[in-house]
């Protein structure tokens, strides 16, 4: 399974920007699709999951309300559709996938090679 993320840039506080991760390989094998992120010297923390199939979603209480997990097996590719951004959501984001587990722990299978998200002030 290969996971290749995009969408990443340079915005302004509260604005708008969608990451995309393009799964390709064994998709038929994945149950749940995830989106971390890691600011400078912090480690890597839980943003969104989503089953693939069944589409159940789940946030962190950091971007609940203002982020919004979707895709999934239909079209073999998540989005993270971010809005209301701030300072504090500038990150690499990377993109994961499981096999077996829907867990906001990073202990997923595969991880896609991350995305930088500026949010300037």
């Known amino acids: 399974v290969q996971l290749q993320a995009s969408g990443g840039g340079l915005v302004q506080a509260g604005g708008s920007l969608r990451l995309s991760c393009a799964v390709s390989?064994?998709?038929?094998?994945?149950?749940?699709m995830g989106w971390f992120r890691q600011a400078p010297g912090k480690e890597r923390v839980f943003v969104a999951a989503?089953?693939?199939?069944?589409?159940?979603?789940y946030y962190a209480d950091s971007v609940k309300g203002r982020f919004t997990i979707s895709g999934g097996s239909a079209t073999n590719t998540v989005y993270l559709q971010m809005s209301s951004l701030k300072p504090e959501d500038t990150a690499v984001y990377y993109c994961?996938?499981?096999?077996?587990?829907?867990?906001?722990?990073?202990?997923?299978?595969?991880w896609g090679q991350g995305t930088l998200v500026t949010v300037s002030s």
């Open positions: 994961a996938a499981d096999r077996r587990r829907f867990t906001t722990t990073p202990a997923y299978d595969y």
């Open positions: 390989g064994r998709t038929f094998s994945m149950y749940a």
């Open positions: 989503i089953n693939w199939g069944a589409g159940r979603t």
